[in-house]
């Protein structure tokens, strides 16, 4: 039987090494489709504007001020700005709303780059253009995490400097609330009044003022407190200092001033959502150049960026995607308005370009809307002296929205071609897993049309490298290519194989299937409100009463307990130590009453009351205790017998120390429950060498059953401790039993280990079915269920968003691998005992002599 079952198991292994590596080019495929950074560098630049209004610009962001505080009791002197001197509105942000993304925004007309998720949204990890680097001299002050962007390998028109970063500490105490802006303020006053005169007739000049306060003290206070208001009030009395010295130093009125933020706040002082709140803030522009009116004109926060570069004359970012609000300009000079508009759209036209060619598409169908912008921008150009200003300006305005509109066309379609690539290769391995485990050799097999289907595929290779011969988007042809093989092999699987996918019992066909269904419909909604898991537990014990009538009372009530996990609240990182050593006295009582020998009764109580004086810190295991009882648990589970029931036993016991030693509160009693209900498992009493069947056999639809009954318990070890937004929020003290110092790497496999301890519990169970036919349905339904949510991991809204989306598909095409893997490798674990292996090693030494 051990060597039968090896053999099985060895030629499984080239199989299940192709479903990992196909599980991995997916994910990576979905990350690489959805996060690769948008920026096209060494894009043309459009002209330097003639005659600007403006020879410098002052740029004052308040870090997250709201615009609904704003507005409600606006500071003394914006609001005589508001109503006297210039124009203002709200300027409307897009999720992320942070204070990277959102400055980024307005300094460089771009949204959040997707690829900074690769940096754990802490950079811009591609370089990119703004304001700054099109300035002929710019300054800028504030934090260092906003500084550094834009002054990283710059050029030497850009100077900035920042406080240290220890000063961001969220502390209001001490009356230092102000602490941060009134350095930057004084940085200012102090460069204007020792540096500023060498670049007093200087044009194309940027003047940055980073101001962190507003949002240091949200966080803290939140932004309804007395405190955010008069951090306001403060900013708006030094903004006024700062206009009235710079205005008498400069004296000529050639300086533009903006004031805006990167983003909002709620009311418990969050941010990066898409609430009003959070993505409303206010936006404030006077000085040179600027219209006056007293109304709301609300823009886009990208509109900033070609803004600040056509008030001051400077070429647009090469990679902005705002359009200029011309409405904030005096219309005193419409020509210059015009000329700034046709900029705007020449650049848009620029990134339109560089994203067809992304496409590597060259037929007339794809390149139209390209050849409709030259032909445009061409007339506009053509007739620009002689046609009237009103009616250029809505020409223009108007091809403006077309290059809008095309530009995210390119973007859609290449995203929506790489999806189609990637869904044919996920597609094709799953039917070739289908055909894997239902499908029997067919008795002929038509030779000439497996000919002809392997010369297609080769005319395809063929034609698709051509086709992309010297594209410089490798990335298209790539899936392309992975997306004709595994549709070849899908092809090639159905010609060898036919489907066999019997059932024992046709009475209960139809009750099975739609349990199935309803099975993967159930995992797929708990993957987002895990409570729904404990419907798809409750379904698990009325179709096990209705197909077996004989299912023991243990079964029964172990699966009710097992549904109320999901109902409870999410372990927190403060552990409950009383539930903790609850659990090891419940076991402590069932070693009691069960084990029959008293030699290991003794060990096992022994064991369970160290780790509990350890959990409890009479004993410091830090140095060598938990890392023995961890260390030790293998070998510990060898002495057991390898009869089933008791080997079983024997990894119960010998894994539920170590989760104790992880464990922060009720996770060990859903390892006592998940253990009691596996083991009551009908299939469990059944010896292995008569129940196990070759993994050559087609899978049964009972088997497809259970294998969805075995998907549901993977996604339940994971959601019945946890949710979603646990994955992030692991804490590094539920490691403080083994590690005494900070060591992130150990703390992440510690932490690892304690999410695989109960799918370890399950591959261990797996082998008391007999069939790994089951565990690659495990695989398939699993597969199954990733391939709609790949749909949804999209790289626009909140970091929380995003973030959860990755995870739910992350889960759902992780854990089934994870199972059948454990599933493999769990073998030793059943099978391997010390005597029999010593045995075998004395059979072999006689034989050679």
């Given at each position: 039987?051990?060597?039968?079952?090896?053999?099985?198991?060895?030629?499984?292994?080239?199989?299940?090494?192709?479903?990992?590596?196909?599980?991995?080019?997916?994910?990576?495929?979905?990350?690489?489709?959805?996060?690769?950074?948008?920026?096209?560098?060494?894009?043309?630049?459009?002209?330097?504007?003639?005659?600007?209004?403006?020879?410098?610009?002052?740029?004052?962001?308040?870090?997250?001020?709201?615009?609904?505080?704003?507005?409600?009791?606006?500071?003394?002197?914006l609001?005589?700005?508001?109503?006297?001197?210039?124009?203002?509105?709200?300027?409307?942000?897009?999720m992320?709303?942070?204070?990277?993304?959102?400055?980024?925004?307005?300094?460089?007309?771009?949204?959040?780059?997707?690829?900074?998720?690769?940096?754990?949204?802490?950079?811009?990890?591609?370089?990119?253009?703004?304001?700054?680097?099109?300035s002929?001299?710019?300054?800028?002050?504030?934090?260092?995490?906003i500084?550094?962007?834009?002054?990283?390998?710059?050029?030497?028109?850009?100077?900035?400097?920042?406080?240290?970063?220890?000063?961001?500490?969220?502390?209001i105490?001490?009356?230092?609330?102000?602490?941060?802006d009134?350095?930057?303020?004084?940085?200012y006053?102090?460069?204007?009044?020792?540096?500023?005169?060498?670049?007093?007739?200087?044009?194309?000049?940027?003047?940055?003022?980073?101001?962190?306060?507003?949002?240091?003290?949200?966080?803290?206070?939140?932004?309804?407190?007395?405190?955010?208001?008069?951090?306001?009030?403060?900013?708006?009395?030094?903004?006024?200092?700062?206009?009235?010295m710079?205005?008498?130093?400069?004296?000529?009125?050639?300086t533009?001033?903006?004031?805006?933020?990167?983003?909002?706040?709620?009311?418990?002082?969050?941010?990066?959502?898409?609430?009003?709140?959070?993505?409303?803030?206010?936006?404030?522009?006077?000085?040179?150049?600027?219209?006056?009116?007293?109304?709301?004109?609300?823009?886009?926060?990208v509109?900033?960026?070609?803004?600040?570069?056509?008030?001051?004359?400077?070429?647009?970012?090469?990679?902005?995607?705002?359009?200029?609000?011309?409405?904030?300009?005096?219309?005193?000079?419409?020509?210059?308005?015009?000329?700034?508009?046709?900029?705007?759209?020449k650049?848009?036209?620029?990134?339109?370009?560089?994203?067809?060619?992304?496409?590597?598409?060259?037929?007339?169908?794809?390149?139209?809307?390209?050849?409709?912008?030259?032909?445009?921008?061409?007339?506009?150009?053509?007739?620009?002296?002689?046609?009237?200003?009103?009616?250029?300006?809505?020409?223009?305005?108007?091809?403006?929205?077309?290059?809008?509109?095309?530009?995210?066309?390119f973007?859609?379609?290449?995203?929506?071609?790489?999806?189609?690539?990637?869904?044919?290769i996920?597609?094709?391995?799953?039917?070739c897993?289908?055909?894997?485990?239902?499908?029997?050799?067919?008795?002929?097999?038509?030779?000439?049309?497996?000919?002809?289907?392997?010369?297609?595929?080769?005319?395809?290779?063929?034609?698709?490298?051509?086709?992309?011969?010297?594209?410089?988007?490798?990335?298209?042809?790539?899936?392309?290519?992975?997306?004709?093989?595994s549709?070849?092999?899908?092809?090639?699987?159905?010609?060898?194989?036919?489907?066999?996918?019997?059932?024992?019992?046709?009475?209960?066909?139809?009750t099975?299937?739609?349990?199935?269904?309803?099975?993967?419909?159930?995992?797929?909604?708990?993957?987002?409100?895990r409570?729904?898991?404990?419907?798809?537990?409750?379904?698990?014990?009325?179709?096990?009463?209705?197909?077996?009538?004989?299912?023991?009372?243990?079964?029964?009530?172990?699966?009710?307990?097992?549904?109320?996990?999901?109902?409870?609240?999410?372990?927190?990182?403060?552990?409950?130590?009383?539930?903790?050593f609850?659990?090891?006295?419940?076991v402590?009582?069932?070693?009691?009453?069960?084990?029959?020998?008293?030699?290991?009764?003794?060990?096992?109580i022994?064991?369970?009351?160290?780790?509990?004086?350890?959990?409890?810190?009479f004993?410091?295991?830090?140095?060598?205790?938990?890392?023995?009882?961890?260390?030790?648990?293998?070998?510990?589970?060898?002495?057991?017998?390898t009869?089933?029931?008791?080997?079983?036993?024997?990894?119960?016991?010998?894994?539920?120390?170590?989760?104790?030693?992880?464990?922060?509160?009720?996770?060990?009693?859903?390892?006592?429950?998940?253990?009691?209900?596996?083991?009551?498992?009908?299939?469990?009493?059944?010896?292995?060498?008569?129940?196990?069947?070759?993994?050559?056999?087609?899978?049964?639809?009972?088997?497809?059953?259970?294998?969805?009954?075995?998907?549901?318990?993977?996604?339940?070890?994971?959601?019945?401790?946890?949710?979603m937004?646990?994955?992030?929020?692991?804490?590094?003290?539920?490691?403080?039993?083994?590690?005494?110092?900070?060591s992130?790497?150990?703390?992440?496999?510690?932490?690892?280990?304690?999410?695989?301890?109960p799918?370890?519990?399950?591959?261990?169970?797996?082998?008391?079915?007999?069939s790994?036919?089951?565990?690659?349905?495990?695989?398939?339904?699993?597969?199954?269920?990733?391939?709609p949510?790949?749909?949804?991991v999209?790289?626009?809204?909140?970091?929380?968003?995003i973030?959860?989306?990755?995870?739910?598909?992350?889960?759902?095409?992780?854990?089934?691998?994870?199972?059948?893997?454990?599933?493999?490798?769990?073998?030793?674990?059943i099978?391997?005992?010390?005597?029999k292996?010593?045995?075998?090693?004395?059979?072999?030494?006689?034989?050679?002599v």
């Open positions: 039987m051990y060597n039968k079952k090896l053999n099985i198991i060895n030629n499984t292994y080239p199989f299940i090494i192709l479903g990992l590596t196909m599980h991995l080019v997916l994910l990576w495929g979905i990350l690489d489709i959805n996060f690769h950074s948008p920026i096209i560098q060494e894009l043309p630049n459009v002209p330097i504007l003639k005659n600007a209004p403006a020879k410098r610009l002052v740029l004052f962001i308040a870090d997250g001020l709201r615009f609904r505080t704003f507005i409600e009791a606006p500071p003394k002197f609001k005589y700005i508001m109503t006297s001197k210039g124009a203002w509105g709200i300027s409307h942000t897009r992320p709303t942070e204070s990277r993304p959102g400055i980024v925004a307005i300094c460089a007309g771009l949204y959040e780059d997707p690829s900074a998720i690769f940096k754990g949204w802490k950079e811009n990890p591609v370089d990119f253009d703004s304001i700054f680097n099109q002929h001299l710019s300054w800028a002050w504030g934090s260092p995490d500084i550094s962007m834009f002054i990283k390998g710059a050029k030497e028109n850009i100077h900035g400097d920042s406080y240290p970063s220890e000063w961001q500490n969220f502390d105490m001490y009356g230092q609330i102000w602490r941060l009134s350095w930057v303020f004084d940085k006053i102090n460069w204007l009044r020792e540096d500023a005169y060498k670049i007093k007739n200087v044009e194309r000049v940027i003047l940055f003022l980073h101001l962190l306060g507003c949002d240091t003290t949200g966080h803290t206070a939140k932004p309804y407190s007395r405190e955010y208001v008069d951090n306001m009030n403060y900013v708006d009395r030094k903004i006024e200092e700062v206009v009235q710079t205005e008498n130093f400069f004296g000529d009125n050639g533009a001033y903006i004031f805006t933020a990167d983003h909002g706040m709620t009311d418990w002082g969050s941010h990066g959502s898409g609430s009003a709140d959070e993505t409303e803030t206010p936006l404030i522009i006077w000085g040179a150049g600027i219209n006056i009116f007293n109304f709301r004109q609300n823009i886009e926060q509109d900033i960026t070609p803004l600040i570069s056509t008030l001051i004359g400077a070429p647009i970012p090469i990679n902005n995607e705002g359009v200029l609000p011309w409405q904030y300009l005096n219309a005193t000079n419409p020509e210059y308005i015009n000329y700034a508009l046709l900029n705007n759209l650049q848009l036209t620029y990134q339109v370009k560089a994203n067809r060619k992304m496409n590597c598409e060259d037929n007339e169908f794809a390149d139209w809307r390209e050849i409709e912008l030259d032909n445009k921008i061409y007339n506009l150009d053509k007739d620009f002296e002689i046609q009237d200003a009103n009616e250029k300006l809505k020409g223009i305005v108007s091809t403006i929205k077309l290059a809008k509109k095309f530009l995210l066309y973007r859609q379609f290449r995203r929506t071609r790489f999806l189609l690539y990637l869904s044919m996920w597609l094709g391995w799953i039917i897993l289908f055909f894997k485990i239902t499908g029997i050799h067919r008795p002929i097999i038509n030779s000439f049309i497996l000919l002809i289907i392997d010369i297609v595929f080769l005319i395809l290779v063929i034609t698709l490298f051509i086709m992309h011969k010297g594209c410089n988007n490798w990335r298209l042809p790539f899936y392309a290519f992975l997306a004709i093989i549709t070849w092999l899908a092809i090639r699987s159905a010609i060898i194989y036919k489907v066999k996918l019997k059932i024992n019992n046709n009475k209960y066909y139809w099975i299937t739609a349990e199935i269904i309803f099975l993967l419909a159930i995992m797929f909604i708990g993957l987002t409100y409570f729904i898991l404990s419907i798809g537990m409750l379904c698990i014990i009325l179709v096990q009463k209705i197909v077996l009538k004989k299912t023991r009372n243990l079964f029964f009530w172990s699966a009710l307990l097992l549904a109320i996990f999901p109902l409870l609240p999410v372990v927190e990182p403060h552990p409950r130590i009383y539930v903790v609850s659990s090891i006295f419940v402590i009582i069932i070693v009691t009453l069960q084990m029959q020998s008293n030699y290991r009764k003794a060990v096992e022994f064991r369970l009351i160290v780790t509990g004086l350890v959990y409890l810190e004993l410091d295991g830090r140095n060598w205790i938990s890392w023995t009882i961890l260390l030790t648990a293998p070998l510990y589970i060898f002495t057991y017998s009869q089933l029931r008791k080997r079983m036993q024997g990894i119960m016991l010998g894994l539920f120390c170590p989760l104790v030693l992880l464990s922060a509160s009720y996770e060990p009693f859903f390892f006592i429950i998940l253990a009691l209900h596996l083991s009551s498992w009908p299939q469990f009493y059944i010896s292995p060498t008569q129940n196990y069947q070759s993994s050559k056999n087609p899978l049964t639809m009972e088997e497809l059953f259970e294998a969805a009954i075995f998907m549901l318990y993977t996604l339940l070890c994971f959601f019945g401790t946890g949710n937004a646990s994955i992030s929020s692991f804490d590094p003290s539920w490691t403080r039993h083994f590690v005494t110092v900070f992130p790497f150990t703390m992440f496999l510690l932490i690892i280990l304690k999410i695989s301890i799918l370890m519990l399950i591959g261990c169970t797996s082998h008391t079915l007999g790994s036919n089951i565990f690659l349905g495990v695989l398939l339904l699993g597969d199954c269920l990733s391939l949510l790949m749909y949804n999209t790289p626009q809204g909140s970091w929380l968003d973030g959860s989306a990755i995870s739910r598909f992350t889960i759902a095409i992780s854990l089934p691998c994870l199972i059948v893997v454990l599933h493999y490798l769990s073998f030793p674990l099978t391997f005992f010390p005597n292996f010593k045995f075998y090693i004395n059979l072999k030494k006689n034989h050679i």
